[in-house]
C-alpha cells in the first residue's frame, strides 16, 4: 500500500488530476462494504494534507463502521457531467483508522480552519493506503476516452477506448 506522497511520486499526471477533481467539488463518493456483503455508497468530503487523504465521519456513521469490521473502500469523485468532460478518478485501498488524539486535533483545528465548521472532538477520521488509481477522461478530439491507472509496485499505464 502507499501513501498519497507515495502515488505523487510514482504516477505525478495521475495523482494530480485524481486530486484537482476531488478538491474540484471538494465531494465524493465512497464505496464500502456493508456487513451483509452488499456495497455502501456513501457522500464524503475527503481531503489531502499532508501526503494523506484524510476521511473524517460523525461519530458511529454506518461507513465509519462498515470501514472498522472491513477497511477496504473506494473513493470516486463527485460526477458533474454524464459526458465526464472533466473527467472521473477513483481511489481504492485500505481505511486506516485514526486515533492518535494530537492527529484528531489537527484535523479538527485544520478542518476549523478551511470550513468554518468545527466537527468536535467526537468524530471518526481515517487515511487511505492507496492501492491503485485510476483516471478517466476524453481525449482532446473526444473521439475516445484516455484511461490512466496506477497500481503500488507497478509502472502507469494508459489504455485508450476507441
Not at 22 to 51: H, M, N, Q, V, Y
Not at 58 to 69: E, Q
Not at 108 to 114: H, L, V, W, Y
Request: no cysteine; net charge negative.
Amino acid at each position: 500500500m502507499a501513501t498519497w506522497t507515495d502515488v505523487t511520486a510514482a504516477a505525478s499526471e495521475i495523482a494530480t488530476l485524481t486530486q484537482d477533481r476531488i478538491e474540484a467539488t471538494g465531494l465524493a463518493l465512497l464505496a464500502t462494504l456493508r456487513r451483509d456483503g452488499f456495497p455502501r455508497l456513501s457522500g464524503i468530503e475527503p481531503s489531502f494534507a499532508d501526503g494523506e487523504i484524510w476521511l473524517g465521519m460523525m461519530p458511529r456513521s454506518l461507513k465509519a463502521l462498515d470501514l472498522l469490521r472491513d477497511p477496504r473502500m473506494t473513493l470516486h469523485n463527485a460526477t458533474v457531467d454524464k459526458d465526464v468532460k472533466e473527467g472521473d478518478v477513483k481511489i481504492t485501498g485500505r481505511a486506516v483508522a485514526m486515533t492518535d488524539r494530537d492527529v484528531l486535533e489537527r484535523f479538527r483545528q485544520a478542518t476549523k480552519e478551511k470550513t468554518d465548521f468545527d466537527p468536535g472532538t467526537d468524530f471518526h477520521l481515517f487515511t487511505v493506503d492507496v492501492l491503485e488509481v485510476s483516471t478517466l477522461r476524453p481525449a482532446p478530439d473526444q473521439s475516445y476516452l484516455i484511461i490512466d491507472v496506477w497500481k503500488v509496485g507497478t509502472a502507469p499505464r494508459r489504455i485508450e477506448r476507441r
